[in-house]
């Protein structure tokens, strides 16, 4: 796996923010920033034959798998930043809200029913991981013992509204659970939930 520095993560979005805002990117965009330290450190776990599976936002895991970043930055300049997929790096993103979770839990499945060595490394936001499909492939992943981890990255809001109050709780169901299945970190993301801060009509 390629070593990436946070500045790099950082360079990268900050590069497609600017495009986006200039009217170039006639598509939605989903942006990370503020968990940079975050992504490398989950990626040390991740080898190159493993799968990753993805939501809408996933610039960075398709640069800190190895896809190169022209490639990368091309697929995103054609519209296609929160559907990213590059099968020949074992990387698939779907924009629909937990769409990805059980196609990572059936991969997990098929790899333990092969006796292969891979793992999968599947990626969602906090909103997502409070949905009942969520619960449910963790749920089966953990009691069948699936090569597979889910990793959470919570930075407190669904688009424009706050997860935990919408579901009246005080903190994410996974932030004290104890699950070898579950990764699970808080962020603060500085960019809005879609685009880069300036209104963009595609």
């Known amino acids: 796996m390629n070593k990436l520095k946070p500045a790099d993560l950082i360079s990268f979005e900050e590069r497609v923010a600017e495009v986006f805002n ?16 975050e992504m490398i450190d989950v990626f040390e776990d991740i080898e190159d034959e493993d799968w990753v599976m993805c939501s809408w936002r996933s610039h960075y895991q ?8 022209e490639e990368v930055f091309t697929e995103i300049l054609s519209g296609r930043s929160i559907s990213l997929c590059f099968p020949q790096y074992r990387i698939f993103s779907s924009a629909i809200v937990g769409g990805v979770l059980p196609i990572a839990t059936g991969v997990a499945l098929s790899i ?11 990626f969602m936001g906090d909103m997502t991981a409070e949905t009942g499909i969520a619960h449910e492939c963790i749920k089966y992943s953990q009691n069948h013992d699936l090569p597979i981890r889910f990793i959470i990255e919570d930075n407190g809001i669904s688009v424009c509204t706050d997860t935990n109050s919408v579901w009246g709780m005080k903190r994410s169901s996974f932030a004290s659970q104890d699950n070898p299945k579950v990764v699970y970190y808080k962020y603060q993301n500085s960019y809005p939930h879609a685009g880069a801060g ?3 009509q595609f």
């Open 22 to 37: 200039s009217g170039l990117i006639r598509a939605p965009v989903h942006l990370y920033s503020g968990n940079e330290k």
């Open 62 to 69: 398709c640069l800190l798998k190895g896809v190169p970043e």
């Open 112 to 122: 333990k029913r092969n006796d292969d060595q891979n793992q999968v490394h599947c």
């Open 198 to 200: 300036v209104r963009v």
